[in-house]
């Protein structure tokens, strides 16, 4: 379990991220046709989970935006944003904000939240994801991960795009 905070009082998450070094769990997300995705999909592309409580905020949307606007070229990296919204949301958020080339996956009928360790269990968004970043490589080995320490705060980007030298 990790403890976080939202605006300054602990939460609690259920579980903890993925260790490093260790293979990924495989997932099963629903893209916005509301056809279903796995981890095995993104084949060997490096593959860097965006994992944010709901993209109809600012900082959920500011660090979708900043994934892609910092790796929208790189042919052999993919930008996952994971959020428990549902897929018509997540679609009308890519539209509005031109997010081409980032995969947005709702966890809404899937135990993603569980087994990554993002599931927060107590405070006001009880049943969100935490925000948290994990970074699988091209053969599904966690190598970064990042549970931000406080909600309302961005991720580390640069230790993201430095484990991907």
């Known amino acids: 379990m990790a403890k976080i905070m939202f605006k300054g009082e602990y939460v609690n998450t ?10 990924a769990p495989n997932f099963t997300l629903v893209r916005q046709d509301l056809s279903e995705v ?3 999909a993104y084949g060997n592309k490096t593959k860097i989970l965006n994992i944010v409580p709901s993209l109809d905020t600012g900082v959920c949307a500011a660090s ?6 910092k790796l929208s070229e790189r042919s052999d990296v993919i930008v996952v944003n994971i959020s ?3 897929p018509f949301a997540q679609g009308r958020f890519c539209a509005t904000e031109s997010l081409d080339g980032v995969e947005t ?6 135990s993603f939240s569980d087994d990554y360790g993002v599931k927060m269990v107590d ?7 935490s ?3 994990v970074v699988i490589d091209k053969d599904n080995k966690v190598i970064y991960t990042e549970q931000v320490p406080e909600i309302t705060q ?4 640069a230790s993201v795009l430095n484990c991907l030298s």
């Open 14 to 23: 259920k579980g903890s991220l993925p260790n490093e070094g260790k293979q």
């Open 38 to 40: 796995t981890l095995e």
């Open 131 to 133: 925000r948290a970043v």
């Open 105 to 110: 996956l709702s966890a809404f009928r899937s």
């Open 84 to 86: 428990m919204d549902l």
């Open 154 to 157: 961005e991720p580390d980007y």
């Open 123 to 129: 405070g006001p968004l009880s049943g969100l994801c």
């Open 64 to 69: 979708a935006k900043k994934f892609h606007e």
